[in-house]
């Protein structure tokens, strides 16, 4: 390995295009919040899904207090079909949920690609500028968008959308053919304010098949990819086995491929062959919530072992995840390169 220090931006961005770094950076390229750090910002939920303020001292904490590499932001997937006019219950009595669309569109004729200023969307960038602000050039900010085929799901309701790509598949195609523009036009937004990162998150591809995946989210995540790529490095982000679609995914055109728990990091990176890049995938839950610090430290040597490009959860961070356990993994990797493979 190069014994050159590189900044915590160089080393992901190196990561994440097949460039050399000086060892393999820890960050989380899906949600970050935990209680703990809300309470050290002083930024809360749900007003931080809604505030840029908020939403960017929240997303700064992951890494100025947990440690993380990175800054990500932000918190949730529904920020897109909020702005879409979409209904969304964000749980205003509660700082532990996640907010989730409740109703859809009721016309999916003429759909309207909102202004990346607009709504939740507009606060959204404006975070990533008050946090590129509040951490300078050297920290690497990553943003998520939501995919087109999952903003789709949130158009129509993911339950009839599934029968959908059945019984009416046009409607479908119709519905994607809005909502990858707003996914491209949000992601070129948000690296126009200072984001170095774009990962378009699927969370439900894995589970309709590799044929449905190949007709209804590779061409429409492949031409949002291709409007970001040429600017910033990109991710797509499943959850689930997602290994049945893997050569799929290393067909979308990004830059790396972010895993689930339920996939082999070894068996993944075989099968994209070095076309992507592939991140993961310490288990949010079993592990990062559940386990103590060295059992944490523990499966990320394995996770190291097992080759990944980027050490990161396997999907977003629990709200209830310890704030000690979130250090452990940039303990593990230090350990790791100082003490060799073999002690993990």
Request: aromatic share 4%.
């Amino acid at each position: 390995m190069p014994t050159e220090r590189l900044t915590q931006k160089e080393r992901l961005l190196n990561a994440l295009v097949g460039r050399r770094a000086d060892k393999v950076p820890v960050a989380s390229v899906t949600q970050t919040a935990t209680l703990e750090l809300m309470e050290a910002s002083n930024a809360y939920w749900p007003r931080a899904h809604r505030e840029a303020r908020l939403m960017a001292d929240l997303a700064v904490a992951g890494h100025t207090v947990a440690g993380l590499e990175a800054v990500r932001l932000p918190f949730g997937l529904t920020g897109e079909a909020a702005t879409m006019g979409c209904q969304v219950n964000y749980h205003e009595d509660r700082n532990d949920f996640t907010p989730n669309v409740e109703k859809g569109l009721p016309s999916y004729e003429d759909l309207r690609i909102p202004e990346p200023t607009e709504g939740i969307m507009g606060q959204t960038v404006k975070a990533v500028g008050i946090s590129r602000e509040i951490v300078g050039d050297d920290v690497p900010i990553v943003v998520g968008v939501t995919g087109p085929f999952t903003i789709a799901g949130h158009i129509r309701g993911i339950n009839d959308m599934l029968t959908d790509l059945i019984l009416d598949p046009g409607l479908v195609h119709n519905i994607l053919g809005t909502t990858w523009e707003v996914s491209a036009s949000f992601a070129a937004a948000l690296v126009g304010n200072g984001a170095d990162v774009v990962v378009l998150i699927e969370p439900t591809a894995s589970i309709i098949g590799a044929d449905f995946f190949k007709e209804f989210v590779l061409p429409y995540v492949r031409r949002a990819t291709a409007k970001v790529n040429v600017r910033v490095p990109t991710v797509l982000h499943t959850c689930g086995d997602s290994l049945p679609i893997m050569d799929l995914m290393a067909q979308v055109g990004v830059s790396a491929v972010s895993l689930d728990q339920r996939v082999s990091i070894a068996k993944a990176k075989e099968v994209v062959g070095g076309r992507c890049r592939v991140i993961g995938n310490v288990d949010p839950v079993a592990v990062l919530q559940m386990k103590g610090p060295e059992e944490v430290m523990a499966d990320c040597g394995r996770i190291l072992s097992e080759g990944t490009d980027v050490l990161a959860p396997g999907c977003g961070i629990s709200q209830y995840t310890p704030l000690e356990n979130i250090k452990a993994m940039i303990r593990a990797r230090d350990n790791y390169y100082n003490t060799g493979p073999q002690k993990g």
